[in-house]
């Protein structure tokens, strides 16, 4: 009996405590006002004669309307320059709150007029957007490339509050081209030779990034052909060029090994027992190493003054191996991995154009990154 007791005690206690949670009482209490009012509309949605979500959502309203109002009067009296976005908040969130209410007749019953600012929304919205756009205005007469990218963004906020306001669309675009940053990118000079085709196609990754390159709008690339075909006047040039490189240098070295195993079967007495000896060989092995490797140099300077913006070197290196082997005497006193070299041959190195593309491989990458992580927050 006991037990059963002390179950009903702790059901109706939860049932209390969820009670209160799902009226939005606790809420209440807290004073999150807006979250009180929604949770006691849920409450009432599906308990309609709830008369604590009442009495909650009675209360709540009235004070989350009080508390709306007291910030929009205060926001009003602030010199804030960006006041009327505060202001427009708070209004849309009465507004909310109403939506809410209108949603639940059960709800009509507690606030029959809950009160919308139709019109106060739109005139805050507009203000807000004069703001932005005198703001934007300023920055752009400020005629510089980071003062530009303020502008624009300023702009972009124009246009998500009020599309049509003015000129925003074209001050849109002149701040933008103001602050953008335009690198023309000067293809790597390699006079023919076997090299020539692995450093075009070294080139072809290069232009594949820099015409696919999207992570600052702010930053667009060109390649030496196209901005002489549009008539791009740089505000920056990007110049790659290989300090020097080295295809093919061989290195092939030689180990000998003496190679004894004990207890070996060598031969068989007249009762063809076994006869137990030592088995010798020598193995060579042969280790050929060709290494390439080369530095390129990238330097990015501003076209107006020719200085030098940045300066990096990239190395990269590539080392093609191959192993082979023989041996002499008895092969019985190899093991199997000394004995599977033996029967290896030395095989052709790639070309030395393979090669050449090999080391720029990590060259290639590293390039890569230094770009974007100089550009994607320039």
Not at 67 to 75: K, P
Not at 88 to 96: A, E, F, G, S
Not at 152 to 180: G, S
Not at 267 to 285: C, D, H, M, N, Q
Request: proline share 4%; aromatic share 12%.
């Amino acid at each position: 009996m006991k037990n059963i007791s002390r179950l009903r005690y702790f059901i109706y206690l939860s049932l209390i405590i969820l009670g209160g949670c799902t009226t939005g009482k606790n809420a209440l209490q807290k004073g999150d006002y807006d979250a009180s009012v929604a949770k006691a509309v849920s409450r009432l949605q599906n308990s309609p004669k709830n008369s604590e979500a009442m009495q909650v959502l009675k209360t709540a309203y009235d004070l989350a309307l009080q508390d709306h109002l007291r910030r929009i009067n205060e926001a009003k009296m602030s010199n804030d320059l960006f006041r009327w976005e505060s202001v427009m908040y708070d209004y849309q969130k009465i507004n909310q709150l109403a939506d809410e209410i209108n949603s639940c007749p059960a709800c009509l019953a507690v606030v029959p007029t809950p009160s919308k600012y139709i019109n106060e929304v739109a005139e805050s919205k507009y203000n807000a957007a004069v703001a932005r756009y005198n703001l934007g205005i300023g920055y752009l007469n400020e005629r510089n490339r980071l003062a530009a990218k303020k502008a624009y963004y300023e702009f972009e906020k124009v246009q998500n509050l009020q599309p049509n306001y003015k000129d925003v669309k074209a001050k849109m675009d002149d701040a933008y081209w103001t602050a953008v940053t335009r690198v023309v990118v000067q293809p790597i000079i390699l006079n023919g030779g076997p090299y020539k085709l692995s450093a075009n196609y070294f080139q072809q990754q290069i232009d594949e990034y820099i015409a696919n390159y999207s992570r600052n709008k702010f930053v667009i690339f060109y390649g030496e052909e196209q901005a002489t075909t549009q008539k791009i006047i740089p505000d920056q040039v990007l110049t790659l060029n290989f300090d020097d490189f080295v295809v093919g240098q061989t290195y092939v070295k030689e180990r000998v090994e003496k190679l004894k195993r004990d207890s070996v079967v060598i031969g068989e007495t007249r009762e063809r027992k076994p006869i137990y000896g030592t088995v010798s060989a020598t193995l060579s092995i042969f280790e050929k190493n060709i290494s390439s490797s080369g530095l390129l140099d990238m330097t990015i300077m501003d076209w107006q003054s020719k200085k030098i913006v940045r300066q990096q070197k990239f190395p990269g290196t590539f080392v093609w191996r191959d192993s082979w082997g023989n041996y002499k005497g008895d092969d019985r006193a190899l093991n199997k991995n000394q004995l599977a070299i033996t029967r290896k041959r030395e095989v052709l190195p790639p070309p030395p154009s393979t090669m050449f593309l090999e080391f720029t491989k990590p060259i290639y990458s590293q390039l890569i990154d230094n770009l974007s992580g100089f550009y994607n927050s320039y």
